[in-house]
């Protein structure tokens, strides 16, 4: 059977046939273009079991390490942090292909210049919170740089011009994410073009098998990373490799660590550590009932209040032994662009079409075991999400100040 046999007999057998209907119209190298895409497409992920949830059971609260108790513990876990860090078992996974649509920025969201008085950009900072780290341990850690169709080039550029901000290009990695079609609400993989699937990236919980499939997971472990600390784009004061997080989480036994900051107010839109059927899990804002949002201890603490911020200790080991599959897909409705019948292309003024995605915070209930350690707010968490308001630019850089950094 032949390539193109071969790619029509996978698409009858998913329903999805009319991927070729302008085949005729295609030249040679357009036509390789569309195998491609569909050769890659994970039919797992539109599958219509993949997004119900498991039942996950009664939520509790869980037990994590607070600030107190960091600082009484601090240079044990320093200590065991730094020597993780010194014997090359931590690894850096940068999530940096989201799209950013929040912030209105049409490029790649790390490029942004958040400076007042000298150019100061979102990678900078966080390559310097790393360094800081890198620079106290006497050691480099290994940066893994998750990137997707939409920023990749850009950010690649971007980081080679500005000399990587001082951190060794050796120990950079780049990958990218693999991509997700949307489909209709019928389940139809959409078409933006007459040899392109209209296609977006998978979610950040793609990143572990993208991280696999560029070859790289195998580099990893051969080099003796233990742990991948998971962090987000936006966050400017992100502590990256953090040796008391790192340090805690080894200790704790736990195949991974959570950072968590403390709710501001019952209904802050974060998602909130808990144990859901006896396993660590983080609950959405949206999920978690009125009576929980609201619910205090006796000394009128909220009891649901570890909102998580991004930062995640993984074991690769028990990544191992994870199945991508089983990890659920989020389906986001949205307007998607699409070729229509005539092969004319529509810009749909309502929503009309499924995005597939699946979330590095899934991924915490499925490690089992968990270390919820609290960072400080106003030192560690400065998102940088929309145009204005909360988790702005403008937020960001009131926090950047108050930590004494110079804009
Ligand atoms: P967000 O959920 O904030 O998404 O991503 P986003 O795409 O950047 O922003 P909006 O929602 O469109 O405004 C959290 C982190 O996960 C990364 C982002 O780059 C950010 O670091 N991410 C998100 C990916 O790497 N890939 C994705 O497909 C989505």
Avoid at 157 to 172: I, N, Q, R, S
Wanted: glycine share 10%; with cysteine.
């Amino acid at each position: 059977m032949d390539r193109l046999e071969r790619v029509r007999a996978l698409l009858k057998n998913h329903g999805q046939e009319h991927l070729l209907a302008f085949w005729g119209e295609l030249d040679a190298a357009a036509r390789e273009e569309l195998l491609n895409e569909i050769e890659h497409i994970d039919w797992n992920m539109l599958s219509p079991g993949a997004h119900i949830q498991p039942v996950k059971g009664e939520i509790s609260p869980i037990e994590g390490l607070l600030v107190p108790e960091i600082e009484a513990r601090r240079e044990e876990f320093a200590a065991a942090g730094k020597k993780a860090i010194q014997e090359g078992k931590v690894a850096a996974l940068l999530l940096a292909g989201g799209q950013g649509t929040r912030l209105g920025y049409a490029g790649a969201k790390g490029t942004v210049d958040i400076g007042i008085t000298r150019p100061l950009y979102i990678y900078e900072c966080l390559i310097e919170n790393l360094l800081k780290v890198t620079n106290e341990c006497g050691a480099y850690v290994p940066l893994y740089i998750m990137t997707s169709d939409k920023t990749d080039a850009e950010t690649r550029a971007f980081l080679k011009e500005h000399a990587y901000f001082g951190y060794p290009e050796g120990e950079v990695r780049f990958f990218l994410q693999d991509m997700a079609p949307a489909t209709d609400f019928s389940g139809n993989i959409l078409l933006e073009g007459k040899g392109r699937l209209a296609l977006s990236p998978n979610g950040n919980g793609g990143c572990f098998s993208s991280l696999r499939r560029a070859g790289l997971w195998e580099e990893a472990k051969n080099r003796g990373v233990e742990w991948f600390n998971v962090f987000a784009v936006d966050n400017v004061l992100q502590r990256i490799a953090d040796p008391v997080f790192v340090g805690a989480t080894l200790l704790s036994g736990k195949n991974c660590g959570a950072k968590f900051v403390k709710k501001c107010a019952p209904h802050e839109r974060v998602g909130v550590l808990c144990k859901r059927g006896g396993l660590p899990d983080v609950v959405e804002y949206y999920e978690l009932p009125e009576e929980m949002a609201n619910l205090r201890d006796e000394r009128g603490e909220l009891v649901y209040s570890f909102g998580v911020i991004l930062n995640y200790l993984f074991r690769r080991e028990t990544l191992e032994r994870i199945e991508q599959s089983a990890i659920p897909v989020h389906h986001a409705k949205k307007k998607v662009p699409y070729l229509n019948e005539a092969g004319e292309l529509v810009h749909p003024e309502t929503e009309n079409a499924v995005k597939y995605e699946t979330l590095v915070v899934d991924v915490v209930r499925l490690m089992g075991s968990c270390l919820p350690f609290e960072a400080v707010r106003e030192r560690e968490f400065a998102p940088i999400k929309n145009a204005s308001g909360a988790d702005s630019i403008a937020s960001a850089r009131e926090l950047l100040q108050k930590n004494g950094v110079k804009l």
